[in-house]
């Protein structure tokens, strides 16, 4: 999990070839008017653009990316001088888990310029806000733009999204993965819960057999098992799997993640 948060102090507006400039590079709205969802969504439009040229994958629209975009594109407006955080402003990651969003990778590119285009143009020509724009890791994007002092204030957060889900969601997808190595899963997943919560050792059993192989993770990604309980499903020593999961431990920032436990039989 990372965030990347790129500073840009200042835009100079540069040319787009003729044929985008008529469509992207209209003049700045009059100071005072906020929120501008259409010139917030040429910057979508052109990101993606860019990224199917780049054969790279096209972003989503995240309404709480949006959400927190426009409180910090406020926050800048109000400013002048650009920034990715005010005093008593929560950083980048708590903003957007406070607007609703979640995520396992969250980043941010802020500008101040006079169209669309022109703001599109100068993330693309600098090499942190170009591979901010462009991740592979990201697949969500809120933009918001506030015109304040003759120009544009804009703000682009990118993320990758996590689902929400339940713990017998995680659970079942955790379970679904081991399956394919051809191990059982118990049916009663309460012994593995209380492990999950657990920083070591095993909880109490009435009477029940121990595992012999005790995994804990946490991660927002529940597409791929750690590597050690991959070798561990491989080396055929294991016939039944538990799986139980529980409430995350305090993580970095407002990052979204499951915290699961597997025991192995």
């Not at 840009?8 to 100071?31: D, G, I, K, T, Y």
């Not at 910090?72 to 650009?82: D, L, T, Y």
């Not at 005093?87 to 980048?92: A, H, I, K, Q, T």
């Not at 406070?98 to 802020?110: D, K, P, Y």
Request: contains cysteine; proline residues 6%.
């Amino acid at each position: 999990m990372r965030v990347l948060a790129q500073g840009f102090f200042a835009l100079v507006a540069l040319a787009l070839p003729a044929v985008a400039a008529a469509q992207w590079n209209s003049p700045a709205p009059n100071e005072g008017s906020a929120g501008l969802q259409g010139v917030s969504e040429q910057i979508f439009a052109l990101a993606n653009q860019a990224r199917a040229q780049a054969g790279v994958g096209p972003l989503e629209w995240d309404p709480a990316l949006a959400e927190a975009a426009l409180l910090h594109c406020q926050r800048m407006a109000a400013e002048g001088p650009i920034a990715h955080r005010y005093g008593g402003e929560p950083d980048l990651s708590a903003r957007a888990a406070q607007a609703g969003a979640h995520f396992s990778v969250i980043e941010e590119n802020v500008a101040v310029g006079t169209s669309a285009g022109a703001i599109h143009d100068e993330w693309m020509q600098s090499p942190g806000h170009r591979a901010n724009l462009l991740s592979p890791d990201v697949d969500r994007m809120g933009v918001a733009v506030v015109a304040a002092r003759g120009a544009l204030y804009a703000v682009a957060d990118y993320s990758r999204a996590v689902q929400q889900l339940n713990a017998a969601q995680v659970e079942a997808r955790v379970a679904a993965l081991i399956r394919v190595s051809g191990v059982a899963i118990l049916r009663d997943p309460s012994v593995a819960r209380a492990a999950c919560a657990m920083d070591g050792g095993m909880p109490p059993t009435a009477g029940g057999a121990m595992p012999r192989f005790v995994m804990r993770w946490q991660a927002g990604d529940l597409d791929q098992l750690p590597q050690a309980l991959v070798d561990k499903l491989a080396s055929g020593n294991y016939r039944q799997a538990a799986v139980g999961s529980c409430p995350a431990q305090i993580s970095e920032g407002s990052f979204t993640a499951y915290r699961v436990a597997v025991l192995l039989y």
